[in-house]
């Protein structure tokens, strides 16, 4: 019920130009890769905020990865991704095996920008980026002295953000839903109740921080069973939550937009609350402190 009530809400916030694309959600970006016009060179421009100031965000490609080799993400991506900046630990040399790690990284970073430049077909700017690959530009570049691996960076070709591309949010798409769907068998959805490709798990986690915690914020899965003692009849990850990939993703994207939402959320020290209203409520009631806001309403 929960799942189905979410992905009525996020039909409607999507009518209403509210919820970001398919699989995209507000990240902070450290650094902007700004490429050169013919691909053949690039520079960063930092974004670091001033001290006080509130970092700016952007909705971006993201989904929920996990495990010794995670895959990375279209386009922005941290540093750790797109230069091969190994993690290391302060007054430590860097470690033989960390450095191989972000090689790798880089490497499928690089392969899945040519992913996208295969698939869009026409479009100037991705051939831009395919230059800016094959031609070894990606991998010469001079990481800056004050840049982590964990630092955030876009790319963009003069003052355009590549990511917010049609065909840049149409391939992050269609590669999701190839990481997410596994194996699973085409079988009725438990959400809407068609015949569908179902998820092995949620493409879209809870975003860290949206949940109070008494430690460091992580993101969450909704729903998540990893262990086979944990399942009913063994059975791990959505084998017991059948649920498609358009329901599964929407249902968690418009589930960060409301514990985002001032109206639609409140916030104790251990727990947090979120509402919607399925019909149109008076403004007056909205307005009210701690009343149940109208983001919108469900369609017919």
Known sequence: MLLHRLTEYAACAEADSELPPPYYRPRRIQWILRIAEDGRSAAFVGRRPAKG???????????????????????????????????????????????????????????LLLEWADAAVGDPLAGVVRTFVTTGVLQSLTVPEEMTSADVIALMVGTTWLHRLPSAQGTWASVVRSRKSGKAAAALCLVCGKDGELLSTIPESIKSGAIPTGGRGRDAQLVSINAAARGRGRAIQLVNTPVCEGCGGRAMAALNLLLASDTNRRRTADSVTVWWTQEPVDDRTSRAPNSPAPPCSTPA
Do not use: C, H, N
Request: glycine share 4%; charged share 25%.
């Open 53 to 111: 100031e509130k970092a700016q965000e952007t909705t971006a490609p993201y989904a929920y990865r996990s495990g010794t080799m995670p895959p990375p993400f279209l386009i922005v991506d941290t540093a750790q991704y797109v230069l091969a900046l190994p993690k290391q630990v302060v007054g430590k040399p860097v470690a033989e095996r960390a450095a191989e790690d972000a090689y790798r990284r880089r490497e499928a970073y690089a392969a």
